[in-house]
């Protein structure tokens, strides 16, 4: 009934569908080179566009038009609209991103612009705030304080470096007793000092004698030392680094004022939590909190024995007028050894080997200090351990016996080094006479 129809194409439709690919093939590649030619010439009038702001800013510097005329021709190239930067809700600005730790502040002399731009970016935030800080007070500055500027920039990338290796130390717990951190902190007020950038508040900006003289009239003890120094004849320039010791001494002071004021709250919180305990959850913070009291006052004897020393080596500087500076020895017992090497008829090259044994001396003295606040540490935790836990008590007392060694065989060598060094300094002095 049906006739079949061939679905085989016949030849003039092949030649007709073939005609109409090649048709859309071209009309594709036109399109292409088209929209391929649009990009390239946007491309390049932005660039021209920039050519030409920089020709714009060149001329105006050339022709004296300064800084101000320069910053308006960039505002005319890249303008964001105000909507876009402020807050929908608050209408605030928001803050423009200057990168990582760099100043927001505003320049209005060649130097301080300079000096922005060729800042480096401090790792550390503390560097980074002290070196905006510096930009913002010598921005006005002509030469000198451009040096001054350069100054700084050295001594704050030594800090820089010292505050990441710091942050390392104790991330790894390697600085329990906040040694390294006191002595960055040391570094970082002597540098806030030297460039003035303390606040007012902290007294820094005014006189030096000043301050120190105040310092001195509060305590007896620095006030008689200061006053031998002044009828034994001291230089000005000895007093001034008397009053630097001195001024150091009291910084040392009020930390140990706080460290206390530490304790004391410590202590009421834990006395007050202590009626609260009530399940395992409950002892265990309270262990902790003992903990903390315990380590607090490890810190406490410590800086109860650096004033100490304080004393006594302000008491040998202040005896001995003309002793040289140039090696600051900590321990009091090695600066008295100095001075009596100093006093005594030793060639300069003797001198020289005995202040490297002197310097040996007091790294192994430093140690054993160390030792025994270690040692004074583990008897502590040893003793707020629980009596079932036998076990941790048994390792904290072998390691605390493995501590106290150690620290009594570093006690015999500084022993003997004291020893053999008086020996050799009386030698000396018989043969004077």
């Not at 002071?253 to 919180?269: C, F, P, Q, T």
């Not at 040998?316 to 100095?338: C, H, R, Y």
């Not at 008590?393 to 150690?406: P, R």
């Amino acid at each position: 009934m049906f006739r079949q129809i061939s679905r085989t194409p016949t030849p003039s439709r092949r030649s007709s569908y073939a005609n109409s690919l090649k048709l859309n093939f071209i009309t594709i590649a036109i399109l292409c080179f088209v929209l391929l030619s649009h990009i390239l010439s946007c491309v390049s009038e932005n660039s021209q566009a920039d050519s030409s702001t920089g020709n714009q800013a060149n001329s105006a510097i050339s022709n004296g038009h300064g800084i101000n005329h320069l910053d308006s021709e960039r505002q005319k190239v890249k303008h964001v609209p105000e909507h876009k930067t402020k807050n929908k809700i608050t209408g605030k600005k928001r803050p423009t991103s200057k990168g990582k730790y760099q100043s927001n502040v505003k320049y209005e002399t060649d130097t301080g612009r300079k000096h922005v731009e060729n800042s480096p970016t401090f790792k550390s935030k503390k560097a980074s705030l002290i070196w905006a800080k510096a930009l913002k007070k010598y921005q006005y500055g002509h030469e000198d304080q451009s040096k001054l500027l350069n100054s700084l920039v050295e001594d704050l990338t030594t800090i820089d470096k010292q505050l990441i290796e710091l942050k390392h130390l104790k991330f790894d717990g390697k600085d329990p007793y906040g040694e390294e951190e006191d002595r960055v902190e040391s570094a970082i007020q002597d540098l806030l000092e030297k460039y003035e950038l303390k606040k007012k508040s902290d007294g820094v900006k005014e006189p030096m004698s000043n301050r120190i003289e105040d310092y001195v009239n509060r305590d007896n003890r620095l006030e008689e030392m200061y006053k031998k120094a002044q009828s034994l004849g001291f230089s000005d320039a000895e007093l001034n680094d008397l009053k630097k010791e001195i001024f150091h001494h009291k910084r040392t002071m009020a930390e140990l004022d706080d460290l206390v004021g530490n304790l004391k709250a410590l202590e009421d919180e834990a006395r007050l939590s202590s009626n609260d305990v009530d399940d395992v959850s409950d002892s265990y913070q309270q262990e902790a909190k003992q903990l903390k009291i315990q380590e607090v006052q490890t810190a406490i004897k410590k800086k109860k024995r650096e004033v100490k020393e304080g004393y006594s080596r302000l008491s040998v500087i202040s005896d001995n007028p003309g002793l040289p500076n140039d090696a600051t020895f900590t321990q009091p017992k090695v600066l008295k050894l100095w001075v009596s090497i100093l006093k005594a008829n030793f060639t300069p090259e003797e001198r020289y080997s005995l202040k490297e044994e002197l310097m040996h001396l007091e790294k192994k003295m430093n140690k054993r200090d160390k030792l025994e606040e270690e040692k004074a540490m583990l008897e502590k935790h040893e003793k707020l351990l629980h009596p079932s836990h036998s076990a941790r008590k048994e390792k904290y007392s072998e390691k605390k016996e493995k501590v106290d060694q150690k620290a009594q065989h570093l006690e015999k060598h500084v022993h003997k080094y004291i020893k053999d060094i008086d020996r050799r300094v009386l030698e000396r002095q018989h043969t004077e006479l």
